[in-house]
């Protein structure tokens, strides 16, 4: 079991009990000072001390300091829990705190544990998992081939195998769990190739939908796209996924949202591509919604912010509450996608991001884009 050793934060205690945290053994202790906390971290070695800035005997960029330069506490995380967006002078004392990580509240649900996954390696999930389970039967009837699904739009699906169909034509089995009866439809195979490292499988088949009954386009329409939920904060959250392009039909979620009586959070973590046909598509589905719906975005994906930046109606009228940002570690060459919130990097140019340590070496990340350019959304 893990321990996590925190002040006293009723806004982390929330993020504390979200779905993530519910899912892990994690024993939670709580200090109500800097030396109290110092000394029982001595005491029980915690994986990870989630610490306030505002403590009443220290402030916590010097508890943050005297931690890291303990060589008792060698390799423990610390995260800094901060309540505004950051000044200047905020992020030069971020930078000398040597702190593992940033966290701003108030933050979206699930927001803290996405931050903990990432330092501690927990399986980083998405808020909202659509669970697609998606069987593709040659036409023939011959064989059975069990797939995992890569990409599904309206109007086709990409799919991992680990052997070819060699068929023109094949039938799909699409069922959200082992208990439902799965919706079927036929499917033209446009393309198949050899699996690209990280698909999975040996093979990957691209089909477009063929004459799809009723019941099997309401399934595609639910999945394809995105899922709703409740946070924990009350607002209807959307996890949208999977690659915007001249095929993505956003309509049917316009339909839903347009009747929207509370605010509304877009997930956008699992957006992995945008053409210039799909950012054409998601500006015109924003711009479409009713003027009185509010609406935030979330945990956006390095592809949406990229995109963000050169085309700033990407975000209509939203607000960009948090997002991922790419960082390299020269010592063991390899990438990570950190979470950060707006709050975090500031709000004035030169823009600058807060600094990381490697989750596998431990050596310092370097923020691998041009920051004024990536950030530039911060700014509108």
Same mark, same amino acid.
């Given at each position: 079991?893990?321990?996590?050793?925190?002040?006293?934060?009723?806004?982390?205690?929330?993020?504390?009990?979200?779905?993530?945290?519910?899912?892990?053994?994690?024993?939670?202790?709580?200090? *109500?000072?800097?030396?109290?906390?110092?000394?029982?971290?001595?005491?029980?070695?915690?994986?990870?001390?989630?610490?306030?800035?505002?403590?009443?005997?220290?402030?916590?960029?010097?508890?943050?300091?005297?931690?890291?330069?303990?060589?008792?506490?060698?390799?423990?995380?610390?995260?800094?829990?901060?309540?505004?967006?950051?000044?200047?002078?905020?992020?030069?004392?971020?930078?000398?705190?040597?702190?593992?990580?940033?966290?701003?509240?108030?933050?979206?649900?699930?927001?803290?544990?996405?931050?903990?996954?990432?330092?501690?390696?927990?399986?980083?999930?998405?808020?909202?998992?659509?669970?697609?389970?998606?069987?593709?039967?040659?036409?023939?009837?011959?064989?059975?081939?069990?797939?995992?699904?890569?990409?599904?739009?309206?109007?086709?699906?990409?799919?991992?195998?680990?052997?070819?169909?060699?068929?023109?034509?094949?039938?799909?089995?699409?069922?959200?769990?082992?208990?439902?009866?799965?919706?079927? *439809?036929?499917?033209?195979?446009?393309?198949?190739?050899?699996?690209?490292?990280?698909?999975?499988?040996?093979?990957?088949?691209?089909?477009?939908?063929?004459?799809?009954?009723?019941?099997?386009?309401?399934?595609?329409?639910?999945?394809?796209?995105?899922?709703?939920?409740?946070?924990?904060?009350?607002?209807?959250?959307?996890?949208?996924?999977?690659?915007?392009?001249? *095929?993505?039909?956003?309509?049917?979620?316009?339909?839903?949202?347009?009747?929207?009586?509370?605010?509304?959070?877009?997930?956008?973590?699992?957006?992995?591509?945008?053409?210039?046909?799909?950012?054409?598509?998601?500006?015109?589905?924003?711009?479409?919604?009713?003027?009185?719906?509010?609406?935030?975005?979330?945990?956006?994906?390095?592809?949406?912010?990229?995109?963000?930046?050169?085309?700033?109606?990407?975000?209509?009228?939203?607000?960009?509450?948090?997002?991922?940002?790419?960082?390299?570690?020269?010592?063991?060459?390899?990438?990570?996608?950190?979470?950060?919130?707006?709050?975090?990097?500031?709000?004035?140019?030169?823009?600058?991001?807060?600094?990381?340590?490697?989750?596998?070496?431990?050596?310092?990340?370097?923020?691998?884009?041009?920051?004024?350019?990536?950030?530039?959304?911060?700014?509108?």
């Amino acid at each position: 079991m893990l321990t996590l050793l925190t002040t006293n934060n009723s806004a982390v205690f929330r993020q504390l009990g979200a779905r993530g945290f519910q899912r892990l053994e994690v024993k939670c202790k709580v200090a *109500t000072s800097a030396e109290e906390l110092i000394e029982l971290a001595r005491r029980e070695r915690p994986a990870l001390v989630i610490l306030d800035v505002e403590l009443p005997d220290m402030d916590g960029y010097e508890a943050c300091r005297r931690l890291k330069a303990d060589p008792a506490l060698a390799g423990l995380r610390v995260m800094l829990v901060l309540g505004s967006v950051l000044s200047r002078a905020d992020l030069a004392r971020l930078r000398e705190s040597g702190c593992d990580d940033v966290f701003c509240v108030p933050a979206p649900a699930d927001e803290l544990y996405q931050h903990v996954s990432q330092l501690l390696g927990f399986p980083s999930r998405a808020s909202r998992r659509v669970g697609v389970q998606l069987k593709v039967q040659v036409e023939s009837g011959a064989r059975l081939l069990e797939g995992r699904l890569l990409n599904l739009s309206r109007t086709g699906a990409k799919i991992a195998l680990f052997e070819p169909t060699r068929a023109r034509e094949v039938s799909l089995r699409i069922a959200r769990s082992e208990r439902e009866r799965p919706a079927v *439809t036929r499917a033209r195979v446009v393309w198949e190739k050899e699996a690209a490292e990280g698909d999975g499988g040996g093979f990957v088949l691209g089909v477009q939908f063929v004459d799809v009954p009723a019941r099997a386009q309401q399934m595609v329409d639910a999945l394809a796209l995105w899922d709703f939920w409740t946070g924990d904060d009350g607002a209807l959250m959307v996890t949208l996924q999977g690659d915007f392009t001249e *095929t993505t039909d956003f309509s049917e979620l316009w339909r839903q949202l347009s009747a929207a009586q509370r605010p509304v959070e877009l997930d956008l973590s699992r957006v992995r591509y945008l053409n210039s046909w799909g950012v054409r598509n998601w500006v015109a589905f924003l711009e479409g919604l009713p003027p009185y719906l509010e609406y935030a975005f979330v945990r956006a994906s390095v592809a949406l912010v990229a995109q963000a930046g050169m085309v700033p109606r990407v975000l209509g009228r939203g607000r960009m509450l948090s997002f991922y940002a790419p960082y390299h570690c020269e010592r063991c060459d390899r990438s990570e996608e950190r979470l950060l919130q707006s709050a975090s990097v500031g709000a004035s140019r030169p823009y600058e991001p807060p600094r990381f340590h490697c989750t596998v070496c431990d050596g310092p990340l370097t923020f691998d884009d041009l920051a004024d350019r990536y950030f530039s959304f911060l700014g509108r």
